[in-house]
């Protein structure tokens, strides 16, 4: 039996998912080759690419609305600097909810002047900023919708008429958004599309060739697009793991049904963590991520007991963060409910025994 998989990231994938990539690998498409050493140039490989890419923006509900899905390397990370490179002139808002948005603001500290419009920094970051406002002459904003580090999530995204930039790393495709209003997205794959390799970039096409300075090809989103994703050899498994992902989501009746479960597996652990003394939540809880569970125990004697229990209960990744210890349940798309169940299990088993 497989284990219940909590890990942050890379994350639990669809078991379906995991059989059709792992076929691929030894012979793709019956063609006898594998997925890994054909050319990226083939057409195989480019059907792979265009299905990718149109799946995200139908799933995203952004198709024929001036958007182009890229997949790039370098991680989330290099989006930091991308952004900034290709959008900041002058002056640019973020808000900052974490270790990733912090990050984001040193990047783009590089280009420009920044307005750190708010933080939750001052109770490490265990809750979102509200009320703030951003200021009109900024070339955009950008925040970070989920908090893997911290357990936060934004559930009230500002009212801003310039451009939105929206690093959605750790959920997207989770749950039901207008992310029309969003005009540049970008995410790591490793949370709830494939593993580890590859970033997707949802971005505007009309926000684009505004800055004044030159910018180097590898980092210039309008290269990307113009070569259809394809400037430079992408980045073949993960795109394809995600490419079956995505079917996979489509399949199961998209985001609005992915939402629902999600729903489902964060109120179940949720309820728990508030109704057993013996555990407390970290992040507040009307900003709670439904991705990423955060808490602790009451009695922190009690750790080596509950280690071993859940280790036991074939339960794998609960360990915190080390920016705040205790225990982390990530709950992405392809965890199923029993998982969340057999920790939620193991949790009144300890309050039995203390």
């Known amino acids: 039996m497989k284990k219940h998989n909590f890990s942050a990231g890379p994350c639990i994938l669809p078991e379906s998912v995991l059989q059709k990539a792992s076929e691929a690998i030894v012979n793709f498409n019956n063609d006898n080759l594998s997925l890994i050493e054909i050319s990226h140039r083939s057409k195989p490989f480019v059907d792979v690419m265009e299905n990718a890419r149109s799946l995200a923006l139908e799933l995203l509900g952004l198709e024929n609305k001036g958007y182009k899905a890229l997949f790039l390397h370098g991680g989330a990370s290099t989006q930091f600097l991308m952004t900034a490179y290709n959008l900041l002139n002058k002056k640019a808002a973020y808000l900052n909810t974490g270790t990733w948005s912090d990050k984001a603001i ?159 597996k964060a109120t179940l652990l949720y309820n728990e963590i508030d109704r057993n003394p013996l555990f407390k939540g970290y992040a507040a809880k009307e900003d709670r991520s439904h991705m990423n569970a955060t808490f602790n125990l009451v009695d922190h004697s009690l750790t080596e007991t509950f280690d071993t229990m859940w280790k036991e209960a074939q ?40």
Not at 109 to 116: A, D, H, S, Y
Not at 170 to 179: E, G, H, P, W
Not at 228 to 244: E, G, K, Q, R
Not at 319 to 335: F, I
């Open 106 to 264: 040193k990047e783009a500290k590089l280009f420009g002047e920044i307005v750190e419009v708010a933080s939750s920094k001052d109770k490490n970051f265990n809750y979102i900023p509200k009320g703030y406002k951003i200021p009109t002459d900024v070339d955009y904003f950008h925040c970070t919708s989920n908090n893997t580090i911290f357990g936060t999530q934004i559930k009230n995204f500002p009212e801003f008429n310039g451009v939105n930039v929206c690093d959605m790393s750790s959920d997207i495709f989770s749950r039901q958004l207008d992310f029309s209003k969003f005009d540049l997205i970008y995410a790591g794959a490793q949370k709830n599309m494939g593993p580890a390799g590859t970033t997707l970039v949802i971005i505007k096409e009309e926000i684009l060739g505004k800055v004044n300075r030159a910018i180097p090809s590898m980092l210039d989103y309008k290269v990307h697009i113009d070569k259809d994703s394809m400037f430079n050899t992408p980045a073949v498994f993960p795109i394809y793991v995600s490419m079956l992902t995505l079917e996979w989501l489509k399949e199961l009746g998209g985001i609005p049904f992915i939402e629902k479960v999600n729903n489902q």
């Open 315 to 354: 339960i794998n990744g609960l360990n915190g963060h080390r920016s705040v210890g205790g225990y982390r349940a990530s709950m992405y798309n392809a965890l199923p409910l029993f998982s969340v169940q057999a920790l939620v299990d193991v949790m009144q088993e300890l309050e039995r025994k203390a």
